[in-house]
């Protein structure tokens, strides 16, 4: 979209926010035209796609893209309320594979004050600052759109109190960690679920190469070559000093078959062959994560910056540990948010 369509939009907003043409909702409630960002990244637009659920589309200039946000308002929206940011697994919501479509996440905030918001985009881009464009995975700068772009449109747009925390899962239990490194004073809580922490020793390099190429995308392309810094300013173990201050929920089960490893599971159905996927593929991810949070936690330990951990005896890489995570999770989050 020109520049010229973004002001249009803004300006299609405010009328719409100004004559309450939502059905009269409270000022808190309406959605704001949010100034444009120092770059030119703006609110495109939104539409009301459910009781409580928004999607926004925010146009990025350092992606040069719109990225859609599946938005859950909180129970009550008549006051400024904290903001969770959610980031999906490996697909990044490119996929069924979502916070969404695997887990009770709408019903569980049903009654909770919390705007809670979720980017679609980024599979297997690690929500990083690509160094260039990749010919597969495109052109990735989300370390720059999550931590700089985003969230004052985000606060604008919800009236939100700015006050935020960030979960992820998987690839983006990795992520989140790195993008609380990057923006120090941006989130107040961390949740990192069965993500591997390490990306510059030659098990997280492995990890990180896994990733990116399943989907064919090149890591040259995303942190450069082997011996590159980016590698290292990138790997929260490494750069775990500057989590100091902020609350982390840290999770990772043993890979070994637990109470979601069951012909009644989640998303299982009865199906034995997913059943064995689960069990096999699932047990062996969950595994290989479970060393690489164990290191994070030994270097948490060494600094003395302090950390909640579930260490479960037994759990794949799957969603109803990832649902039981946030869950666990949110007490934490709650806590945070409100001191």
Request: glycine fraction near 12%; charge should be negative; include cysteine.
């Amino acid at each position: 979209m020109s520049a010229i369509g973004h002001c249009r939009t803004l300006v299609v907003v405010a009328v719409v926010a100004a004559s309450s043409v939502f059905g009269g909702v409270a000022s808190a409630d309406a959605w704001r035209a949010a100034p444009a960002s120092a770059d030119g990244s703006v609110l495109d637009h939104v539409d009301e796609v459910g009781d409580r659920q928004l999607n926004m589309y925010v146009y990025s200039a350092a992606m040069e893209k719109v990225v859609l946000l599946e938005v859950i308002r909180p129970a009550d929206p008549s006051v400024p309320r904290p903001t969770l940011y959610l980031l999906n697994g490996a697909g990044g919501g490119e996929d069924t594979a979502t916070w969404q479509a695997k887990t009770d996440v709408v019903d569980f905030f049903a009654h909770e004050n919390v705007n809670v918001v979720i980017p679609v985009g980024g599979a297997y881009s690690y929500y990083t600052d690509w160094q260039r464009s990749d010919p597969v995975l495109g052109l990735n700068k989300w370390t720059t759109f999550l931590t700089e772009e985003l969230p004052p449109i985000v606060d604008a747009t919800l009236g939100t109190t700015g006050v935020n925390a960030i979960a992820g899962l998987s690839m983006s239990g990795t992520s989140v960690l790195s993008l609380a490194q990057a923006a120090p004073t941006l989130y107040r809580a961390v949740g990192a679920f069965s993500g591997c922490a390490e990306t510059s020793t030659p098990p997280g390099r492995d990890y990180v190469n896994f990733v990116v190429g399943f989907r064919g995308g090149d890591v040259a392309n995303m942190w450069g070559p082997p011996d590159s810094p980016d590698w290292v300013a990138n790997d929260p173990v490494v750069n775990a000093e500057k989590l100091r201050g902020v609350d982390l929920y840290i999770t990772n089960g043993t890979g070994l078959p637990g109470p979601h490893e069951t012909l009644a599971g989640p998303d299982v159905d009865g199906d034995v062959g997913v059943l064995a996927n689960q069990v096999i593929v699932g047990g062996v991810i969950e595994a290989g994560t479970n060393q690489c949070t164990h290191r994070l936690a030994d270097r948490l330990g060494e600094l003395g910056i302090p950390a909640t951990y579930d260490f479960r005896p037994t759990g794949t890489h799957s969603w109803g540990y990832w649902q039981d995570d946030l869950h666990n999770f949110w007490p934490m989050i709650a806590g945070s948010l409100t001191r």
